[in-house]
């Protein structure tokens, strides 16, 4: 039996989540916070988050702050936004943020960018989930 990876996406356009999660939903078990305080709510008390997607719309700075948490956590984290400017691409990054995609994405290009990034937490980081299992076997 597999374990689907979590996926915590934030966001503040209710229609919008309901379709990423609609999306994901069949290869991911996907949680959805609309505000900072359900977001908090998650990373304090989940330790198994494998991805955050955020879409930074309609946030304040503080959305860095998280970013900055979720970094020190090592979850990556991939940013939606109608724009991204040179500015926000460079606090993002700053901030741990690994993958920043610009609004409307492609499903095709979003699902990629997922399975990319999951790949790499399975590649890279697999001990982070797996410690103490002693295995080393796909």
């Known amino acids: 039996m597999s374990e689907a990876a979590l996926i915590l996406a934030l966001g503040r356009q209710q229609r919008n989540l309901e379709l990423l999660a609609q999306l994901l939903r069949s290869e991911y078990e996907v949680e959805i916070a609309r505000s ?9 008390h989940r330790d198994d988050i494998a991805l955050a997607i955020l879409d930074v719309d309609g946030f304040t700075e503080d959305i860095w702050k998280r970013c900055r ?32 995609l610009e609004k409307p994405v492609d499903k095709a290009d979003l699902k990629a960018s997922i399975r990319g990034l999951v790949k790499y937490i399975d590649g890279a980081g697999a001990s982070r989930f797996d410690r103490g299992s002693g295995s080393d076997t796909d």
């Open 36 to 44: 900072m305080d359900e977001f908090d709510e998650f990373i304090d």
């Open 69 to 100: 948490q979720l970094h020190e956590r090592s979850t990556p984290m991939l940013v939606l936004a109608a724009s991204i400017p040179p500015a926000m691409r460079e606090a993002a990054l700053s901030h741990g943020v690994h993958t920043l």
